[in-house]
């Protein structure tokens, strides 16, 4: 299952992205565990570097509802949906090896 999503520095205040630009993210999830984790992590990037969740997007159709409530429960912040946001830079993760190979495209 993909989940992908931008984070976004609007404050200018956060280290791990650039101010003013948001950076995407695409997850290659295989099951519930991995999809806990990732939320887990992506919660704490988002409160230690004050960053604004973007666009969040969960493949729905290999994904049962429970499972969905069940993981994205880890995660309760605010989501912003705008179109207008472009990535200034795209990265595609699969979890089983997110440790080992990450591939990123700069635009």
């Known amino acids: 299952m993909k989940i992908s999503y931008m984070l976004w520095n609007k404050t200018g205040k956060a280290r791990k992205v650039p101010a003013g630009e948001a950076w995407q993210w695409i997850h290659e999830v295989e099951d519930e565990q ?3 984790k990732l939320f887990s992590r992506l919660k704490k990037t988002i409160r230690e570097c004050r960053l604004t969740l973007v666009n969040l997007h969960i493949e729905q159709r290999d ?12 995660y ?4 912003l949906f705008e179109e207008n946001i472009a990535p200034k830079r795209i990265t595609h993760r699969h979890e089983d090896t ?4 990450q591939t990123e495209t700069a635009y």
């Open 63 to 74: 994904c049962s509802e429970a499972l969905l409530s069940q993981a994205t429960f880890t």
């Open 76 to 79: 309760k912040g605010p989501i």
């Open 34 to 36: 991995q999809m806990v």
């Open 98 to 101: 997110f440790e080992d190979q």
